[in-house]
């Protein structure tokens, strides 16, 4: 632990606010390939963002991980500067590296997706008895950090282009024109 990363768990907002504004409430199907999805169905009103907008406080590159669910405990999403306004569920632990200067949340999320570290993800899961859980045996997890700064360099340059590449993506997305609209 050793105060370089803060895990945080998010809340549940009440299936009652899904649908009724246009805050993402973003649950463990919504993490895939590193980035967070959106259903548009799970939009929640912008007075509960508020309630809960201190609570979590998502910022960007900040570290989205499912500890709880069955087969999605240790997917992992990034947060980058468009997915700020959102409220996690109570399944997905927010990770925050407080010290980027020793532990870069690219180089986290790298690490977090290494077969080494989802194998003690998988280890240190238990079933409940309605849900599966890594629960506080998160804490147990032991990241394979590389010594030489060679290889963290590289890992950071690929990571930061994926990253990049992605918001690139998005961007050209939210930006195509609407010809349905056209005069």
Known sequence: RHNI???KRGYEVGSKYYGKGSIPFVRTTDLSNWEITYNPYKAIPFEIYQKYKKLL?????D???VTDGTFLIG????VTKYD???????????IRCLKPEMLHPYILLYLLNTEFVQDQIKNKTIVQSTISTIG???????????????????IYSIVKDIIEK???IRKTISNLPDITKVG
């Open 5 to 7: 990363i803060s895990i």
């Open 57 to 61: 406080d998502i910022r960007e590159n």
């Open 63 to 65: 570290i989205l991980l």
């Open 75 to 78: 997917t992992t999403a990034i």
């Open 84 to 94: 700020t306004e959102i409220v996690i569920q109570s399944h997905i632990r927010r």
């Open 136 to 154: 506080n045996r998160i804490y147990d997890i032991i990241l394979p950090i590389p010594k030489d700064s060679e290889t963290i360099e590289n």
């Open 166 to 168: 992605k918001l690139e």
